[in-house]
């Protein structure tokens, strides 16, 4: 209040009575940033004006909170420049604190004009290929020490890296409609070349002696 008042220890106060009309908006504006560390600022703000009876314009008051004093400026309130906060109904805003520096108006334009549905492409990572289980895949050594000749086949090794068609479990399908279902089944291709049907022949083995003819 001292400061408040600009006195000193032992100077005259005059005191003069006046009626305030009873608040019903004030804006205040922290003197350090480290106000906003305070999960609620309007719940602490609201507990230490108790301790209040008036407040007006240019005026710093004092709260403290978590042994901690918390300065704070009185920028606006309304009706009046000066107000009581006596049993009031009052609505409370706070401007940036002093040495607050908002971010930069120009890099939140530019985010402004990137499309929202590019934003999300770029946190998707879609693979290209599905490579499934490969077995016996390792590397073989002999018994007598001598080198091993690879017998893999080589087309697998020759065959162009690309999207696989085949679904894979476990991997979702990228390219799903909504309101359409695909049944996935393992089917096989039906030849459409006429094969001969074999024709029995009877008694078409081949015949054997139990005992051979002498010449």
């Known amino acids: 209040m001292l400061k408040n008042l600009d006195l000193e220890e032992g100077g005259l106060v005059s005191v003069v009575n006046a009626a305030l009309p009873v608040a019903s908006f004030a804006r205040f504006q922290p003197q350090s940033t480290d106000f906003l560390d305070i999960s609620n600022p309007k719940a602490v703000l609201e507990n230490a004006l108790r301790d209040f009876a ?27 420049d000066a107000v009581t906060i006596i049993e009031c109904d009052m609505s409370v805003d ?68 690309g999207p696989s068609k085949n679904r894979e479990r476990g991997v979702p399908n990228y390219d799903y409609q909504p309101g359409s279902l695909t049944f996935f089944r393992n089917s096989k291709l039906i030849s459409t070349e006429k094969t001969e049907e074999s024709v029995f022949k009877p008694f078409g083995g081949t015949g054997h002696q139990l005992k051979s003819h002498g010449k």
Not at 142 to 160: A, V, Y
Request: with cysteine.
């Open 54 to 80: 008036c407040l007006t314009v240019g005026d710093i008051i004092a709260i403290s909170y978590n042994e901690r004093i918390y300065e704070l400026k009185v920028l606006e309130t309304k009706p009046k």
């Open 94 to 161: 706070f401007a940036p604190p002093v040495g607050y520096q908002s971010t930069d108006s120009g890099s939140l334009s530019k985010l402004d004009n990137v499309d929202a549905h590019q934003i999300e492409e770029d946190h998707i990572e879609i693979p290209s290929l599905v490579q499934g289980f490969q077995a016996f895949s390792g590397t073989g050594y002999r018994l007598d020490g001598k080198t091993k000749q690879d017998k893999t086949n080589e087309t697998n090794s020759d065959r162009p890296l």
